[in-house]
């Protein structure tokens, strides 16, 4: 059997793994190493902020309805309006009742009065 040298295929692991570790600071993208750290780093919190997205989003919108339910000087608070509004049978999500409280504040308002009614 014949002698089977790494070399070719290990400079091509690490072309690869400093190509993606371009832009990095202090020598983690030319050293091989400290790069290969840095990536496996940025993999994980890659991965994490993934899943933070979600949690940021959902506060922004939570945000937004509640600013828009005081500003039209609305009594009821936020988790007192999503209560009413499932109650009340109109099937909106989060996100769609602060992009309406956002663009339209004046159906914001119709909706208000809906379902406090």
């Not at 600071?25 to 990536?39: I, P, T």
């Not at 997205?53 to 309006?81: P, Q, T, V």
């Not at 049978?89 to 159906?107: F, H, P, T, Y």
């Amino acid at each position: 059997m014949s002698r089977v040298k790494k070399g070719v295929s290990a400079h091509k692991r690490k072309k690869y793994l400093l190509k993606r570790a371009k832009g990095y600071l202090n020598g983690a993208k030319s050293k091989f190493r400290l790069a290969k750290e840095r990536l496996l780093k940025a993999e994980s919190n890659a991965y994490k902020s993934r899943r933070l997205r979600k949690r940021d989003f959902r506060r922004l919108w939570i945000a937004r309805i509640n600013g828009a339910l005081d500003s039209i000087g609305s009594e009821l608070s936020y988790s007192r309006f999503m209560k009413l509004l499932t109650d009340s049978g109109i099937r909106l999500n989060r996100k769609m009742v602060s992009e309406i409280a956002i663009r339209d504040i004046d159906a914001f308002k119709e909706l208000v009065e809906k379902v406090s009614k």
